[in-house]
């Protein structure tokens, strides 16, 4: 049996291989998790958010989080990078997986929506590296994340951010921040599937 990659550990060695900080787009699903992931990163990287959700409804909810995203990013001086909502997109995008379990296909075809487009983001604006914030989530599969990273960074020529951000209480650091900057934290991940499965 093949061992599974320490994704945390990548990064780790990484950040110590580092002799200046090289430019990042940072994919973020929501403040709270990029918080305690920006408060991990800046000191390395010199980063810019992507709040690239189209996944997210009803657009209110996606408009609250987005708000929440950009207070958070005011707070911490880091730059933003905007994007349209195309919630059209990503019911094309999944189209035929709808009765798909959470975290199940459904869920991945998403993350490769959402990765693909802050890959291109990245190449289009000269960014060295590309990442996202949600491998700090619990109920997010790492694993498939960064195969995707990877792919995507093979086909546009850029650098993938290994991670796994939940690793070393990551994910209870994002709470204790997201409760010391008091954001808003949602409890379902963003689409009305999601949603659905809570009840």
Known sequence: ?????????????????LDNKPKLLLHSCCGPCS????????DYFDITVLYYNP????ETEYLKRKQEQLRLLDIMGI???DSPYE???????IKGHEQDKEGGNRCHLCYYLRLEKTAQLA?????AYFGTTLTVSPYKNAEVLNKIGEKLASTYNLQWLYSDFKKKDGYKKSIELSHQYNLYRQNYCGCLFSKTDLK
């Open 87 to 93: 919630n059209s997109q990503y019911h094309e995008y």
């Open 1 to 17: 049996m093949v061992d599974k990659i320490n994704y945390d550990k990548k990064l780790e060695e990484l950040i110590k291989s």
């Open 79 to 81: 730059k933003y990078l």
């Open 55 to 58: 996944n997210i409804e009803p």
């Open 123 to 127: 190449k289009e604006h000269n960014f």
């Open 35 to 42: 918080s305690y992931v920006i408060s991990y990163l800046k």
